[in-house]
């Protein structure tokens, strides 16, 4: 299969192009390196496509029309995975247009020239951030609750998912062999277990990242965003998902889709586990004491999400293999040990 991922120099695009590649396939990357690493993709050259024809690299933004047109043209890919996007829920409140160029407006750009070009199947790069804040009787949260984002971030993210459904049904109004699916992320954790590639943003912001870099010695301690919640120990229970499980569930998803489908799942393990959980974990795999202080809740934080992976496990026979904690910090460590400037080192 030929297969155009964008955003495949990012961390989850990264960790979809070594498992196509790793399985045969043969990928361009349109990234515009404004949060991908090119080392990522250097490194998943050097061990999967020596001959270097199976691995191709294009540097531009996914709204750059002529540019997307021509790549199209060339690698007549048969299915897109579109992860490229911006991703900080935090900068988004400050900078939403920013996120609306990116995450709609470049992301309807580059459905139009799919659609234009003949491309049969699509899968979109959603989040549980699309819910908002779910009353506690929608958790565990299914497909069908109801969304009402609460950040710039999450409504962003939920329009394309609006506008790529409402392609998708009219492709099959006029008969086009068209299928696409939202696959909407909890919490994505870990990194590839082979040590190739890893989690790396900059700035750093998620928890897991944040923990290593305690337990590294670059931080002195994490702060505990909010400890009055209403959950068993007062703080945010989150879903996290293993990156390598999710890349298995885009493939999946791909195996299944069919002319005239238009599809959404959650991508979650189906338990939360809180910040306190997850720092205990750390201590556990790492040796490291840790330090934490309390600190006051962020902003737009809601106090629990995690996902019913159910109706994704039914159609598509896809379950999270990775679900203790434990074993998804190890991987994540893994990176953080053998890299711990990142791409830099
Ligand atoms: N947290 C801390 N201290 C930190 C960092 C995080 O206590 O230094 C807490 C957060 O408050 C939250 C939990 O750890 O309760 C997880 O935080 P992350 O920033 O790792 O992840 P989020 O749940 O905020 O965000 C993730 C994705 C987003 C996505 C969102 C949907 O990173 O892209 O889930 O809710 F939009």
Redesign the pocket.
């Known amino acids: 299969m030929q297969v155009l991922v964008t955003g495949g120099a990012g961390y989850i695009g990264s960790h979809a192009v070594q498992r196509l590649l790793a399985g045969g396939h043969d990928v361009t990357v349109i990234d515009n390196l404004s949060r991908g690493n090119r080392s990522a993709i250097d490194r998943l050259a050097e061990r999967h496509d020596p001959s270097g024809d199976r691995l191709r690299f294009v540097e531009a933004d996914v709204g750059d029309r002529p540019i997307v047109d021509a790549v199209l043209r060339d690698a007549k890919p048969d299915a897109v995975l579109h992860f490229a996007a911006l ?3 935090g900068e988004s409140v400050h900078q939403p247009l920013r996120y609306w160029r990116a995450n709609t407006s470049a992301s309807i750009e580059l459905l139009d020239a799919c659609l234009d070009a003949g491309v049969e199947r699509f899968i979109f790069s959603s ?3 699309s819910y908002g804040e779910p009353s506690p009787e929608r958790i565990p949260i299914g497909e069908d609750c109801p969304q009402h984002p609460i950040n710039p ?2 409504r962003s993210k939920l329009a394309f998912e609006r506008a790529l459904f409402d392609a998708g049904e009219a492709q099959k109004l006029t008969g086009k062999a068209f299928a696409c699916a939202a696959l909407r ?4 954790a870990g990194s590839d277990r082979t040590g190739l590639i890893g989690e790396s943003h900059d700035p750093e ?4 990242p ?1 923990l290593l870099q305690v337990a590294l010695g670059q931080r002195e301690r ?5 400890t009055d919640y209403d959950t068993p120990d007062g ?2 229970v ?1 879903d996290y998902v293993h990156v390598e499980d999710l890349i298995d569930a885009h493939l999946a998803v791909l195996g299944k889709l069919e002319a005239g489908d238009v599809r959404t799942y959650n991508l979650g393990i189906g338990k939360g586990s809180s ?1 306190r959980e ?1 720092i205990e974990a750390t201590r556990r795999v790492t040796g490291h004491a840790i330090p934490t202080e309390d ?1 006051p809740r ?1 902003e737009g ?2 106090p629990t ?1 995690f996902a019913d992976p159910s109706k994704i496990e039914r159609e598509i026979g896809w379950r999270a293999s990775i679900t203790d904690l434990d074993e998804i910090i190890e991987s994540a460590w893994r990176w953080f040990r053998e890299h711990p400037r990142g791409y830099a080192s």
């Not at 992320?185 to 994505?188: H, S, W």
């Not at 912001?205 to 897991?208: G, R, V």
């Not at 994490?222 to 909010?226: A, D, E, L, P, Q």
């Open positions: 991703a900080y829920v989040t549980c951030a971030y999450g992320y909890f919490n994505v912001t998620h928890l897991i944040i994490v702060t505990v965003f909010g703080t945010c989150r910040v997850m600190g962020r934080d809601p999400l």
